[in-house]
């Protein structure tokens, strides 16, 4: 056991599993510590909110502004929820780890294919629902 480690630290190894949908994520963390699999806590990871910029549906908002307007929007909706998951995750991650040794993570990939330049993506109302998906 690591010194540093709380009385209540358990050897456990964890792993967490995440799964994104439009504007947020699922966070689950399961363990094995003495051969028996166990459920160690789930998260909502918040991605968009009212004040991400463009919320929850950045491509929508976006949609009819001056292209120069929306590319800013665009890009400051990703980097807004960049943050947003990282700090989430981070905040999951550090719970989970009290109690256990986290021994890897995995996001479930989106299996859609590359999106096309953003003022194609603009001009294509299925494109945006699909640059929403891609977004998160």
Do not use: K
Request: glycine letters at 12%.
């Amino acid at each position: 056991m690591n010194p540093g480690r709380a009385a209540g630290f358990r050897q456990v190894r964890a792993a967490i599993g995440i799964r994104v949908h439009s504007g947020w994520a699922v966070a689950v963390a399961a363990g094995a510590g003495g051969g028996a699999a166990e459920f160690l806590g789930r998260a909502c990871i918040p991605m968009a909110d009212g004040a991400s910029p463009g919320g929850r549906q950045p491509y929508h908002a976006a949609e009819g502004m001056p292209f120069a307007a929306a590319a800013r929007l665009i890009e400051a909706a990703s980097a807004a929820a960049q943050a947003n998951a990282a700090r989430a995750v981070m905040e999951f991650a550090t719970a989970i780890a009290r109690d256990c040794e986290i021994a890897g993570a995995v996001i479930l990939a989106s299996s859609a294919r590359a999106l096309a330049d953003l003022q194609s993506v603009l001009g294509s109302h299925a494109a945006i629902h699909a640059a929403e998906g891609e977004l998160f």
